[in-house]
């Protein structure tokens, strides 16, 4: 059964960064695409980028190009997105999602709050 | 960026009503439609893929149809579990989006 652990919640400073870590478990890892998405309180869901562990190039929705990171760990079974230049409007749930390709989520993780604020 | 369009964006509906929500994309994307269900304070799960097919463990009172750009959901005889928020999703071109979602709630 696949299992996305995400790490736990942050309250960051405007201006910093945040980094957060996904741990797949049950299923293959470098064959599978891993999706970063993000919620804001209220709001609807939007896909921010993701990549396919084997074949090592992430895609990033233009939105977030040049402040977002997304990587993977092959050895720890883990991804990470890394966001850059944060501001009160980066709060938000983010959500990582693995499936077959970039623009599938079959399986998400728990999400985890960014809080940005001063 | 492809623009998905859910209609209504809110409904009230009691148990054992027959719930029909539509998808309207802003061009063709085939049968490339996904379907998710969230509850308030959880992670979205998914429940349809391309277009008309279930997910693992998703029951039969769901089920979704349409191609092109029209697509819908139907929730026969809901459930009270079934009360949440339904997002379309589109996985035709890069990037995937969503649509702004469909609230049901108890009437």
């Known amino acids: 059964q696949v299992q996305l652990v995400q790490s736990g919640a942050e309250v960051k400073k405007p201006g910093s960064s945040v980094k957060v870590s996904c741990k797949a478990s049950g299923g293959p890892f470098r064959s599978y695409s891993i999706n970063w998405l993000r919620q804001a309180p209220g709001q609807g869901l939007e896909w921010m980028g993701g990549?396919?562990?084997?074949?090592?190039?992430?895609n990033y929705a233009q939105k977030f190009q040049g402040r977002v990171t997304i990587t993977a760990d092959e050895l720890s079974n883990t991804a990470y997105m890394e966001l850059t230049g944060l501001g009160s409007e980066d709060t938000a749930v983010y959500y990582c999602?693995?499936?077959?390709?970039?623009?599938?989520?079959?399986?998400w993780g728990q999400g985890t709050l960014v809080t940005v604020s001063p | 960026d492809i623009q998905m369009t859910q209609s209504p964006s809110s409904l009230s509906a009691s148990v054992g009503d027959r719930v029909t929500i539509t998808c309207r994309a802003s061009?063709?994307?085939?049968?490339?439609l996904n379907w998710h269900q969230q509850k308030p304070g959880n992670a979205p799960k998914p429940l349809i893929y391309?277009?008309?097919s279930l997910q693992s463990g998703v029951p039969s009172r769901f089920s979704g149809s349409g191609s092109g750009t029209d697509f819908t959901l139907t929730i026969t005889s809901l459930q009270p579990e079934d009360f949440a928020t339904y997002y379309c999703?589109?996985?035709?071109?890069?990037?995937?989006?969503f649509g702004g979602g469909t609230k049901v709630e108890i009437k």
């Open positions: 061009q063709s994307i085939s049968t490339y």
């Open positions: 999602a693995r499936g077959g390709t970039l623009m599938v989520c079959d399986h």
């Open positions: 391309a277009a008309s």
């Open positions: 999703q589109q996985s035709y071109s890069m990037p995937p989006t």
């Open positions: 990549l396919i562990p084997m074949l090592g190039t992430p």
